[in-house]
């Protein structure tokens, strides 16, 4: 188990026309949200951060602002920034995180004029209108469209015979009225716990969960076995991600060292693919097979739900949610729902 971040100044490429600052966000918001960090590890001050990467304090201070911002780290004054997200252990969702739900929509409908009798009956009229829902309605929100439906199909097994799970990418749901109205519709909306606070704030009215990915067995088995000597070609499709391309494949690859990172519209990026002996490509980014010549081994660096998270948090959480629908019925009709017979 990683203990801290692993930043290492080569993971900044400073010729890039890309800015350190986003860089560095990519980098760290994914080792934060992929790695395995303790809640409340203390990270790099920013003095020390900045000395390191032989970057300016003021762009590492707003990196941490963003990651603050994205419900990764918490700063503490005079202590500086932690971890917040915890290890799948045990359920965050229980009794105590449903009694802060409803103390900050108690909290929104005072600011809105909204009485708590008033409340009560929108909440009723709500629980009126699931009645007749078969079973639970799930959203994934995904990235890419062709990953984002294995992750449903991944997920689909989890869920019960009644249950409704469907696609939409982030562009959709920034650029589509109907989308984000079906998912404030929906019981949960589900998307990569470093994405959560980014679609909540594009569907505030949602219930949203932030699930934990890992690097798939099938991404960790085909980088144990790439050859030491082998060049490397690291390749993403979003250019905010290109510093967390070499840490990933050396996690899981230490014996490879010569890796070279770039992004799928880079205009050398012909030249670099003609120049090596493997390639890796991140999710999204899969219009570069075309380019690669037949006997080179190219493969996707794509990620699944991590099992733990899935066990200890995912499983008890829908359990929770049905238990909440369930009630929700037995408040509105008076009496047992047709579940309970």
Not at 227 to 245: K, N
Request: glycine letters at 6%; proline letters at 7%.
């Amino acid at each position: 188990m990683n203990t801290e971040l692993d930043i290492d100044p080569s993971f900044i490429d400073k010729s890039l026309p890309v800015p350190v600052g986003r860089q560095l966000y990519g980098l760290m918001s994914y080792q934060l949200s992929h790695f395995d960090l303790p809640k409340g590890t203390k990270l790099p001050s920013v003095r020390r951060l900045a000395s390191t990467l032989g970057i300016a304090q003021v762009t590492v201070a707003q990196v941490y602002a963003e990651l603050r911002d994205a419900g990764l780290v918490e700063m503490r004054k005079g202590s500086g920034a932690y971890t917040r997200l915890a290890l799948p252990q045990e359920s965050d969702h229980g009794v105590t995180a449903l009694r802060t739900d409803i103390d900050l929509l108690l909290s929104k409908a005072e600011r809105k004029g909204v009485s708590p009798m008033s409340l009560v009956a929108m909440v009723n009229a709500q629980a009126q209108l699931r009645r007749s829902r078969p079973g639970l309605s799930v959203i994934f929100v995904g990235v890419f469209p062709g990953p984002g439906e294995d992750y449903v199909r991944e997920l689909s097994p989890l869920l019960s015979p009644r249950d409704r799970i469907s696609l939409v990418t982030l562009d959709q749901l920034r650029m589509e009225e109907e989308t984000r109205r079906a998912c404030v519709e929906a019981d949960v909306v589900v998307t990569f716990v470093h994405r959560e606070t980014e679609v909540e704030h594009l569907v505030p009215d949602a219930n949203v969960y932030g699930l934990r990915f890992i690097p798939s067995d099938a991404t960790r088995a085909a980088l144990a076995r790439l050859d030491p000597r082998a060049r490397v070609a690291a390749i993403t499709q979003l250019q905010d991600y290109i510093a967390i391309m070499k840490p990933s494949v050396q996690r899981y690859a230490p014996h490879v060292s010569d890796i070279r990172v770039s992004w799928s519209q880079a205009p050398d990026l012909d030249a670099l693919i003609a120049g090596s002996d493997a390639v890796i490509y991140a999710s999204g980014a899969d219009h570069v097979l075309r380019r690669v010549r037949p006997g080179v081994p190219c493969f996707e660096y794509r990620h699944s739900a991590d099992p733990a998270a899935l066990e200890a948090e995912f499983l008890p959480y829908l359990a929770e949610l049905r238990e909440r629908q369930k009630a929700a019925l037995k408040l509105v009709s008076g009496g047992p729902t047709s579940s309970d017979n």
